[in-house]
């Protein structure tokens, strides 16, 4: 789910479409993010409570996108830290300024709650678990205390039992997700294995399954992606030496396969770099 953000005066000159995230580093943009503090509309640490202040500082168009799952980190440390919760874009002219509000979860719960005067830096990407609720809130449009709540059960440890609203599927959802990846990290912990949260889908022949791997690149290489079984026997190649960047990455898979079997686990390993990258676990029940 994406909301996309035009502005007027876009002129015909190439567009340069990248993350936030890059154009800051890049020294494209000016950006100030800061709390908006109470409104009548939303509390001050979930919903939209966040502003963000843009200025195109350079002599092309802009097409930036900021992610969900991307971190924000207070300048000061008494201030609670967010993470974006819905992804959003912006498009500005040379010398263009506007401001923007942006959906954000606390991800600090014992810290003050921003105030129009808390100043935030852009950070590094969610990871692993708290990753995969950020994108399923999103898609469950649950920007709210439902939302907030699922996010404090990774971050701070509350229980799921907090998790409440008025649509109970969608509290349903958080709840099966955040216990499982509760009960996965404490796995993972003692074994050193991650677990994929993939829903996969049993048929007459075999399993379907998808989702989104992510994973952090050293450097520029070459990279494949690649289902084994639990005997490291290769079972399918999804790519092959497929060029990326440095930097965060992401890979959204679905497919079906009639060799997937019932109650056998399976493994979907990055590699690249000459070394493994990334490796979760999938267990087809």
Known sequence: MLLLVFSAGISTKATNSMSLFEAVKKKLVEVKFCGKGYTAENTSYYGKCISLQIKNICSQNLELNVEAGRRLR???DSIQDMMISHTQMFALAPNQSSDYTINAFCTQKHDRAPSETSIFNLDGMSEGYLYQLVQLIETLGCQDNTGQQAVWVLTDSISSSNITGTDEAKVKKLKDFV??????????RSAGVMYDYSFPDKTNTGFSIKGEINWNMPYTSFVSLTIYDNSNNKIITLFTE???KSGLQSYYYSLYNTDFKEGELYWLRVEGCGKRLKEVAIKME
């Open 74 to 76: 207070c300048v000061y």
């Open 179 to 188: 216990e499982f990846a509760v009960a996965s990290m404490k796995k993972e």
């Open 242 to 244: 497929k060029p990326y």
